[in-house]
């Protein structure tokens, strides 16, 4: 008997120390699932073993999908904070579920939500107050955690107007914090989104006080007079003729240290800058500030005078390195053009060497480039970085006509200046890297989702309208047609919607909303006078097509850019060779890479024989300390399982809609959940509202 007593004993503390892990409740409570945004969950439960019985938990319809147009979108990546889900609907509230079970809790009702994405919310709390920050139109809001109403004591009740303090000369309405924002002990850092054209506001990063709403210190992107980085814009005042330099990707923090690093976007105009000569710092840099004062610590300039939209799509990775036999603490940046960026956190230094490389320098009339721009001899680049004639796939329909199109066009380099040729980006505008950003394991390799689609575009010279009489098709070819078509017709991978037939789809006053609020990832028109909206307008209806006005356009940017036109052939696939989107494991530690697969595929063409080819995508990869890497991202509407050793798919799920967005794990009462967004919207995909929940029988 005393033995028996004594082997269960025994048995139980064995079994304590093996289930413990499994028992412990764990959350996913920031963006990305950390302030290191290393995409990382320590949870095991669901392993390589058992991964392929994963089944749907439970499913959430957050309401507000559109589909009827499929323009609507969710990207979120939803926080879990102590069993209790939150996450933003595809009508762009906040919401709160019970994370066991999918049960609403509670959801926002809104009123000014308007020409918003959203990636998710933001979580602070202290002994009195829990807190859901949330951005949403030109506000960023502050809502009680348990009941999801505004507090009334933070900001003007219950919110901030991001707008105050960015405002300059000439410049519209437009500025949202789509991305989730980051908290340091009671701070709340914000950045945001603005227009890409000249009128865009100062991209300016703020800090707040997490309680009452009240600015704390504010860091200038375009620098004053006086201020580090100033004698970069040659054009002075620059903070009153730009734009832009905006930290619309999100940030990572080291809390320890007490430094928030933060990426910043391009300079307005995105496609031409000779108003703005200079390197025009600190557009393009990854910026690390004292995150108590705003101070600039450090800076690197990643894109000197950005012409072509290649600023850093997706907040950094804060992990250790083991570099010559050192640990070091690093912050890792990657770029659409599909280069890593490796620095020592605390100072700065490249962890790599990095060349300052010369490229082609011609240009359009005014423009000033670059005559560098600084290359990483390591890590080894994620993407193919040139495109030519032998790179046209193998089945690509009207290879002899796309051959000529390419003879006539700029191709070749990642850096050649736009002209009134076709100029040929690879990878493409938006990456390469997207918003969605990269996973780091503990053992520091980084898993990267990209795509390798060719995309092309043009400048055109924009007719100077001011002080003449125009029409509602003139004010539409300067305004509009960049994006959705000369003709209307959009382009044919959905990114830019047709507004054929629009008076079908939208009234009047549906447009008249969306010219002066925006939506989704198209901007505010409220620069230009409401006597324009109202001639686009009738244009787009058909009606009072021979109306003038007198134009009140005095813009000093004298070429418009005619999109950004992924390069497709005539049976809608991409005319690269594939892959045309992949999952790559690079070795931070040596930059070597360890593996690249596939993301995605069309059917119709495995059906055919062809392997995988991967597919465009958008959203982020989680990777579990159980050897795991889940990812959706591709347009096929899946979510996978792959093996973080080798790239081998172990599961595979379908989905309501695509997963535009990243996935998020968490534990309640000692089972683990794998959970995402299925918001579709892109690519030509339909659009969803669901939450889907998956675990273990």
């Not at 002066?516 to 009738?538: C, R, V, Y």
């Not at 967005?661 to 995402?676: E, R």
Request: hydrophobic fraction near 35%; proline fraction near 5%.
């Amino acid at each position: 008997m005393k033995r028996l007593i004594l082997l269960s004993l025994i048995f139980l503390v064995v079994t304590s120390f093996v289930l413990a892990p499994l028992l412990n409740d764990a959350d996913w409570p920031e963006y990305n699932g950390n302030g290191e945004r290393s995409h990382f969950s320590a949870l095991n439960q669901i392993n390589k073993d058992n991964v392929a019985q994963l089944k749907v938990a439970w499913t959430y319809g957050s309401g507000g999908a559109d589909t009827a147009r499929n323009r609507s979108q969710m990207q979120c990546n939803p926080i879990i904070i102590n069993g209790i889900l939150y996450g933003v609907s595809a009508s762009i509230q906040a919401f709160a579920v019970d994370a066991a079970t999918g049960k609403e809790i509670w959801k926002s009702n809104l009123p000014d939500v308007a020409g918003t994405l959203s990636r998710g919310v933001t979580y602070w709390s202290d002994n009195q107050s829990k807190r859901i920050f949330f951005g949403a139109s030109n506000w960023l809001y502050a809502l009680d955690a348990t009941t999801g109403k505004p507090i009334d004591s933070f900001g003007d009740h219950g919110k901030i107007n991001l707008k105050t303090g960015i405002e300059r000369p000439g410049s519209d309405d437009f500025i949202s914090s789509n991305t989730p924002n980051t908290i340091f002990k009671n701070l709340i850092i914000v950045g945001g989104r603005v227009a890409e054209n000249e009128t865009a506001l100062l991209g300016d990063v703020r800090a707040y006080d997490t309680v009452t709403g009240k600015i704390v210190w504010t860091f200038h992107t375009i620098p004053d007079k006086g201020e580090f980085g100033y004698n970069t814009w040659l054009a002075q005042p620059a903070r009153q003729k730009f734009g832009g330099a905006n930290a619309w990707a999100g940030m990572a923090i080291d809390r320890k240290r007490g430094i928030v690093y933060i990426p910043t976007g391009s300079a307005a105009f995105d496609f031409w800058g000779g108003n703005r000569p200079g390197d025009n710092l600190f557009a393009n840099c990854l910026i690390a500030l004292d995150a108590a004062t705003g101070k600039r610590l450090w800076h690197y300039q990643l894109v000197h005078h950005d012409i072509w939209d290649r600023d850093p799509p997706c907040p950094p990775n804060l992990v250790t390195l083991n570099i010559g036999g050192k640990h070091v603490d690093a912050v890792v940046q990657i770029t659409k053009q599909g280069y890593i960026f490796v620095f020592d956190r605390i100072t700065g230094k490249p962890l790599f060497p990095i060349k300052e490389t010369a490229f082609q320098m011609d240009a359009m009339e005014g423009e000033q480039p670059s005559k560098t721009q600084p290359i990483p001899t390591l890590p080894l680049p994620f993407t193919r970085q040139t495109f030519g004639e032998k790179d046209f796939n193998s089945f690509v329909a009207d290879r002899d006509s796309l051959k000529g199109l390419l003879k006539k066009a700029r191709f070749g380099t990642a850096y050649i200046p736009i002209t009134g040729d076709m100029t040929i980006f690879y990878p493409g505008t938006d990456g390469g890297a997207q918003w969605g950003g990269a996973a780091t394991d503990q053992d520091g390799v980084m898993y990267i989702p990209a795509k390798e689609i060719p995309v092309y575009t043009t400048l055109k010279k924009k007719e100077v309208l001011s002080d003449q009489a125009v029409n509602g098709s003139k004010l539409y070819q300067l305004n509009c047609a960049a994006c959705h078509g000369a003709d209307k017709t959009g382009n044919h991978d959905g990114s830019y919607p047709s507004l054929v037939n629009v008076e079908k789809r939208l009234t009047k006053d549906q447009i008249t909303a969306i010219l002066q609020k925006g939506k989704g990832m198209m901007p505010s028109f409220s620069h230009i006078s409401d006597a324009e909206k109202n001639l686009i307008i009738d244009f787009l209806l058909n009606k009072n097509t021979d109306q003038k006005i007198v134009s009140t356009n005095t813009g000093q940017v004298p070429y418009h850019n005619t999109g950004y036109n992924r390069w497709y052939d005539k049976n809608g696939y991409p005319v690269s060779q594939p892959p045309w989107g992949t999952l790559t494991a690079v070795d931070l530690n040596t930059g070597q890479r360890r593996w690249q697969v596939p993301l995605g595929e069309y059917k119709a063409l495995t059906d055919k024989g062809i392997p995988p080819t991967g597919t465009d995508n958008y959203g982020g990869p989680l990777v579990t300390s159980s050897g795991l890497i889940f990812i959706a991202a591709s347009r096929d509407e899946k979510i996978r399982a792959f093996d973080k050793e080798t790239g081998k798919i172990l599961w595979t799920a379908t989905l309501p809609a695509a997963g535009y967005a990243s996935a998020s794990t968490y534990s309640v009462n000692g089972k683990q959940f794998l959970v995402i967004a299925c918001g579709g919207g892109k690519l030509n995909t339909k659009s969803g509202d669901k939450y889907m929940a998956f675990s273990l029988p």
